[in-house]
């Protein structure tokens, strides 16, 4: 079961989209310096099919993508969640933001239009630094991913 804390319309975590970003919790990646401890917890609201097709009546016609922010305790069922969005709004593109290093097995790409990979490293930066370790991907419908991180504007 997933459950989420918050969910808040953002403009820079998926380059040139409007997004409901959607912070999910029980995060298990336990990274040091996480900047959203408070994510750690098994706690919140359950995040199913009704809960998500309520927000999307809700901000659907105000953002351009629905972003899954985190998630890594239930990967599959977050995939899945992503293909609700996809069947109730095929206009809407979809991402998910993981702190894994490469996608879990039996996870197809394509459920989603973005992805980001790899923990937070506080000496290595987040997205927009040159020396980061996450990765951002563009995601065909084939499941091939383009990594598009220079998007973010990295700064030297």
């Known amino acids: 079961m997933v459950r989420y804390h918050n969910f808040d319309?953002?403009?820079s975590e998926f380059p040139g989209e409007t997004t409901l970003a959607v912070n999910i919790?029980?995060?298990?990646?336990?990274?040091?310096?996480?900047?959203?401890?408070?994510?750690i917890a098994d706690a919140g609201r359950v995040l199913d099919d009704g809960e998500l097709l309520a927000l999307l009546d809700r901000y659907g016609g105000a953002v351009t993508c629905?972003?899954?922010?985190?998630?890594?305790?239930?990967?599959?069922?977050?995939?899945?969640?992503?293909?609700?969005?996809?069947?109730?709004?095929?206009?809407?593109?979809?991402?998910?933001?993981?702190?894994?290093?490469?996608?879990p097995e039996g996870l197809a790409p394509q459920c989603y239009d973005y992805i980001k990979l790899g923990p937070w490293i506080e000496a290595l930066g987040p997205l927009t630094s040159p020396t980061t370790n996450q990765r951002f991907y563009a995601v065909a419908s084939d499941g091939a991913m383009t990594d598009i991180t220079e998007r973010f504007g990295r700064k030297s």
């Open 9 to 11: 319309i953002v403009f």
């Open 25 to 39: 919790t029980g995060c298990p990646n336990r990274c040091p310096g996480c900047h959203s401890p408070h994510l």
């Open 66 to 103: 629905v972003g899954f922010m985190g998630g890594d305790a239930e990967p599959l069922e977050v995939a899945r969640l992503a293909g609700v969005v996809r069947a109730a709004y095929p206009t809407l593109k979809v991402g998910w933001y993981s702190g894994r290093p490469a996608l």
